[in-house]
Nanobody, 115 residues
Framework: QVQLAESGGGLVQAGGSLRLSCAAS????????MGWYRQASGKQRELVAS???????NYADSVKGRFTISRDNAKNTVYLQMNSLKPEDTAVYYC?????????WGQGTQVTVSS
């Protein structure tokens, strides 16, 4: 059974940085696409960044130049480095693993950016 465990969220001032981690288990991690999504209060969940098994990366326009997604296949972990954070980045951030048969989600980690 695939399990995803996020960590690294918290409260930070605008302009600050946070690094999210997502540890995966129960899957062939290295071949699967991994993604970070976020959901702000009252809004739909949106893609923040994704990285395929071959390392192809995609970012939402709103985070380009500020966020960096990376993966360590030896540790079955995907990261999201978030710099120059803005109050509008406040949301619950979810890790996603996309396998051939299904999407799996972590429990989410809260990121709050104060102005």
């Amino acid at each position: 059974q695939v399990q995803l465990a996020e960590s690294g969220g918290g409260l930070v001032q605008a302009g600050g940085s946070l690094r999210l981690s997502c540890a995966a288990s129960g899957s062939i991690f290295s071949i699967n696409s991994m993604g970070w999504y976020r959901q702000a209060s009252g809004k739909q969940r949106e893609l923040v960044a994704s990285i395929t098994g071959s390392g192809r990366i995609n970012y939402a326009d709103s985070v380009k130049g500020r966020f960096t997604i990376s993966r360590d296949n030896a540790k079955n972990t995907v990261y999201l480095q978030m710099n120059s954070l803005k109050p509008e980045d406040t949301a619950v951030y979810y890790c996603n693993e996309r396998t051939t048969w299904a999407d799996y989600w972590g429990q989410g980690t809260q990121v709050t950016v104060s102005s």
